[in-house]
């Protein structure tokens, strides 16, 4: 029995800002069944403001209350540990409002957030980040992922490579807070009061859906879209469907 679902955004439900045919159709089925869902991403340069309004042009009207992004996790963990002064490394001036009672500030932080800056990964930077890190401020990594597949372009570098150079340098092991983590998972559950193993994730990545499903004790659905690799989700799926579309009559058989 499956009495509430998060629900993968990049390659679940859209892939390079197209919606998948038939996930409104998926979604329309969860709110008539009343069954309770949010969406979860590691992408980490959007405020769940702006995914409200990229779900609404594909026909799926959502809440931020819908959605649990890595962002917010990394600011949920900041205010958990009484951090108040957080440097937070992003490009995108639309993840600053997650962070709402933090004073963000580059001066004495308490903690190094860091998002995926892309072109703005550089010597100085990484050397700024390096030094308040070394100074005693915890680095917490929005993500940890090794690259993601880029339109017309191909693999392209993710967070994890300058979050791992940062542990390199300065032999201190980040906070990843975003999936496959067991305290994403936590987090985005919060509020919650189903059993876990009533609990499923649907999503398109090995590595940060299913393998962080089985570390956080939920149950999993892959879909076939996206970044799967059947090879290297072998059996250990509890369930496995071509697409989101099929997942209403997935939930009627169970
Ligand atoms: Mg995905």
């Known amino acids: 029995m499956i009495s509430a679902l998060l629900i993968d955004l990049d390659g679940t439900v859209y892939s390079q800002g197209q919606g998948y045919p038939g996930a409104s159709f998926a979604i329309d ?4 069944r009343k069954i309770p869902f949010r969406f979860i991403t590691n992408t980490t ?22 959605i649990f992004i890595a962002p917010q996790a990394a600011a949920l963990y900041c205010r958990k540990q009484g951090y108040r002064r957080v440097w937070l490394a992003t490009r995108d001036e639309a993840v600053f409002e997650e962070f709402d009672g933090l004073e963000l500030t580059q001066e004495n932080p308490q903690a190094v957030v860091l998002a995926d800056l892309r072109d ?15 100074a005693g401020a915890e680095l917490v990594a929005m993500q940890k992922g090794r690259y993601w597949l880029k339109a017309e372009y191909g693999p392209t570098l993710d967070l994890g490579p300058y979050v791992a150079a940062l542990e390199y340098a300065t032999a201190k092991q980040a906070i990843v807070v975003g999936k496959p983590a067991r305290l994403f998972f936590d987090l985005a559950l919060e509020g919650w009061s189903f059993p876990r193993a009533q609990i499923a994730v649907v999503g398109d990545s090995v590595e940060n859906d299913l393998r962080g499903a089985e570390a956080a004790g939920l149950q999993s659905i892959m879909v076939r879209t996206g970044i799967y690799d059947a090879e290297a989700a072998g059996n250990s799926a509890d369930w496995t469907i071509d697409s989101l579309v099929d997942l209403p009559a997935l939930i009627d058989r169970l």
């Open 29 to 32: 089925f969860l709110r008539r």
């Open 45 to 66: 340069g959007m405020s769940r403001g702006r995914l409200v309004k990229r779900l609404a042009g594909m026909g799926i009207e959502s809440t931020p209350a819908d």
């Open 120 to 134: 703005d990964f550089n010597y100085a930077r990484m050397n700024a980040l390096f030094g308040a890190v070394l």
